[in-house]
């Protein structure tokens, strides 16, 4: 059965609705969701929505976790002024279901987290063989990295759908990935991002905020930095 792996949406509903829209053009009703439904973008009551009303099961991620425990990110500022925005227009009963979200999940083989298996919230995983020698389990999928991969591993799979909402590996596009039979396939689609662009504006952020969504940056950048 074909399982499509989503992660870091980050509020950038534009680019989720493109990724909902080609799950279904491939047929694919089972959806996960590696973490992160929120952070950085202005559309995260629509986000949190869509995944509500298909039923799109969770795992926490560590914006989700800043959001649902009222908490901050230590490593940036620019991620708690998003929180902070977040935090002023997030629906209460959206809130409610960020914390109902668990750290890990079992599906079929498929062991899913949003950072990794020491650290399932906050862990920027190296995948490598010794690193998974020491996990237990076959088939591993998390989030966190905005960098989408997949690695074999002697007879282990680690798979990174990459991020939806922000991708930081060069590719601008939004990722996601689909497993079918012990192999994962990474997938790319085209979003509207001026319309994020417009969206952050108006509440009151400068392009910093969205700049390197143009190009995939691995962190914020301006429009003009390219």
């Known amino acids: 059965m074909k399982t499509a ?3 870091d949406i ?8 493109s990724v909902l829209a080609e799950i279904d053009r491939l047929g694919i009703s089972r959806i996960y969701c590696a973490g992160d439904v929120v952070g ?4 995260i ?3 949190c929505h869509a995944l509500r009303e298909r039923k799109i099961e969770c795992v926490m991620g560590n914006h989700d976790w800043y959001m649902a425990g009222g908490g901050f990110c230590p490593r940036s500022q620019s991620v708690n002024d998003c929180l902070n925005y977040q935090r002023s227009i ?14 890990q999940r079992e599906i079929d083989e498929v062991r899913l ?14 995948p490598s ?31 990174n759908p990459g991020s939806v909402g922000q991708p930081r590996d060069g590719d601008p596009r939004a990722a996601f990935a689909v497993y079918e039979a012990d192999e994962f ?35 914020l950048r301006r429009l003009a930095d390219g």
């Open 5 to 7: 792996f989503i992660s």
């Open 10 to 17: 980050h509020g950038n509903y534009e680019a989720l609705k």
């Open 40 to 43: 950085y973008y202005s559309q």
């Open 45 to 47: 009551n629509e986000c």
């Open 90 to 103: 997030i629906k209460p009963a959206h809130l409610e279901w960020l914390r109902s979200f668990p750290v």
């Open 113 to 126: 987290v949003h950072g990794g298996w020491t650290d399932p919230i906050d862990e920027y995983i190296k």
């Open 129 to 159: 063989a010794e690193y998974f020698e020491r996990v237990l389990g076959r088939v591993f999928v998390s989030g966190h990295t905005h960098l989408q991969t997949v690695q074999r591993f002697g007879d282990k799979i680690y798979c």
């Open 185 to 219: 396939s990474l997938c790319r689609v085209e979003y509207d991002m001026q319309k994020v662009f417009d969206l952050m504006d108006a509440a009151g952020f400068n392009d910093y905020y969205y700049g390197g969504l143009r190009t995939g940056a691995r962190n």
